[in-house]
Antibody
Framework: QLQLKESGPGLVKPSETLSLTCTVS??????????WGWIRQPPGKGLEWIGS???????FHNPSLKSRITISVDTSTNQFSLRLNSVTAADTAMYYC??????????????????WGTGTTVTVSS | DIQVTQSPTSLSASVGDRVTITCRAS??????LNWYQQRPGKAPKLLIS???VLHSGVPSRFSGSGYGTDFTLTISSLQPEDFATYYC??????????FGQGTKVDIK
């Protein structure tokens, strides 16, 4: 079945750029109905949606992070990536990637995050 | 942007109890509301999509209801493995998405 796995540095210095990659296995990243998303969770806090990308490269961002985020997809390697620049201690969190499946449910077309990676911890510290 | 507010932020309950968690959206979102469960140290898991559709493999003691701005997640008979944090998430048409603040269910 489809699996997602995050990878990237666990420690990033303040003001630098956080870069994470999500590798998709057990299926193709190419599906016009789906988004591929990033979600984070600061220690002891709730979930925050960061952004999503379609396989064709259409992107959506959290307005509060929009100016600092770049999300990209590489269909040749079945991966999608997150870059968050100018990081501060407030960006310290567990970062998850997820499949945001698009499907007809009841009477409408819905998105729901039904496959998640296990998460990767990123600490921002000098 | 659409905000979603969950209540309560935490609750204590016993095995066998009926538990209800509510989620309110800042504007009407029809039935574009999902529910997730997160156990400590684990990634979230989808429970319910489209406000009321149980995801594959989710026990039938979980149910969701609501439309417009007010939604409910109900656990009919709380089991030991249900002690976790629950999140609602609005998925109205296209992103950006937002999560509720979470409701932690712990043992009384």
């Amino acid at each position: 079945q489809l699996q997602l796995k995050e990878s990237g540095p666990g420690l990033v210095k303040p003001s630098e750029t956080l870069s994470l990659t999500c590798t998709v296995s057990g299926g193709s990243i190419t599906n016009s109905n789906n988004f591929w998303g990033w979600i984070r969770q600061p220690p002891g806090k709730g979930l925050e949606w960061i952004g999503s990308i379609s396989d064709s490269g259409d992107t959506f961002h959290n307005p509060s992070l929009k100016s600092r985020i770049t999300i990209s997809v590489d269909t040749s390697t079945n991966q999608f990536s997150l870059r968050l620049n100018s990081v501060t201690a407030a960006d310290t969190a567990m970062y998850y990637c997820a499949l945001d499946s698009g499907d007809i449910v009841l009477d409408g077309f819905h998105y729901y995050m039904d496959v998640w990676g296990t998460g990767t911890t990123v600490t921002v510290s000098s | 942007d659409i905000q979603v507010t969950q209540s309560p932020t935490s609750l204590s309950a016993s095995v066998g109890d009926r538990v209800t968690i509510t989620c309110r959206a800042s504007q009407s979102i029809s039935n574009y509301l999902n529910w997730y469960q997160q156990r400590p140290g684990k990634a979230p898991k989808l429970l319910i999509s489209a406000a009321s559709v149980l995801h594959s493999g989710v026990p039938s003691r979980f149910s969701g209801s609501g439309y417009g701005t007010d939604f409910t997640l109900t656990i009919s008979s709380l089991q030991p493995e249900d002690f976790a944090t629950y999140y609602c998430q609005q998925s109205y048409i296209t992103p950006p998405w937002t999560f509720g603040q979470g409701t932690k269910v712990d043992i009384k």
